[in-house]
Every structure is written in C-alpha cells, then in structure tokens.
C-alpha cells in the first residue's frame, strides 16, 4: 500500500498494512533496518513501544479522519510512545516524517483499499 497526504506527496511508499493482531504484534520486530520508502500501519492503535528493535522509527498518531494528531520523532529502541485520540500509528524510518514535510493537522491518504 502507498500512503499519501492530501496533497499528493508521498509520505510511505511501501506500507504494510497492520490491521490483524498478529501483524501489530509482530511489527517492525526482527527486521534490521526500515527503508526510507518503506513502513507500517498499524491500525487500531494508540501506542506504540520499540522494545527488540535495532533501530530508532518516527510514530505517526493519526486520528479517525487519518489526520496526523502527533509525531513522535526518533523513537530509539526500547522506548515507547502514545498519543490520546488516536485511532492509528504509522511507523517510518527515524527522519522520515521531517524529511517528508509531515506536520500535526495533516490528513494522510492511503492509496488502495482500507477501512477503519
């Protein structure tokens, strides 16, 4: 899946869609790096923790209308992060969401079919 904002520039490229307890338990864990195009979305979801991961992520809190509500920027291993209000998290590569022009109030546009 691709992710959007709403004007069109991409924010996640390749983004796994992690819509099933089994894929939001397995997360980002096992995996040595994250590429720069690449992702998770972890739907429901208001947390998230980085506890076995080898490399810091930005977390993307977005709301029910996908309007990002908070990024917490270079989440390093063995931290977590939460964030009221949110109904869903995107992970991205440590930078990505600075890199990508993502700021609180925008609204994310997945490409493909996803319902909440």
Same mark, same amino acid.
């Given at each position: 899946m691709r992710i959007e904002l709403q004007d069109g520039r991409a924010i996640c490229e390749r983004c796994i869609d992690a819509a099933r307890p089994l894929a939001r338990l397995r997360g980002l864990l096992g995996r040595a790096t994250l590429g720069r195009d690449e992702g998770v979305l972890l739907r429901p979801a208001s947390s998230v923790h980085t506890a076995f991961m080898r490399f810091p992520i930005d977390a993307v809190f977005l709301d029910r209308e996908l309007r990002v509500?908070?990024?917490? +920027?270079?989440?390093?291993?063995?931290? +977590?992060?939460?964030?009221?209000?949110?109904?869903?998290?995107?992970?991205? %590569? %440590? *930078?990505?969401?600075?890199?990508? *022009? @993502?700021?609180?109030?925008?609204? @994310?546009?997945?490409?493909?079919?996803?319902?909440?």
């Open positions: 509500i908070r990024i917490a +920027a270079d989440l390093k291993p063995w931290r +977590a992060a939460g964030c009221r209000g949110a109904r869903a998290v995107l992970e991205l %590569s %440590s *930078g990505e969401s600075e890199r990508r *022009g @993502v700021r609180p109030g925008d609204r @994310v546009v997945p490409v493909g079919d996803l319902s909440f």
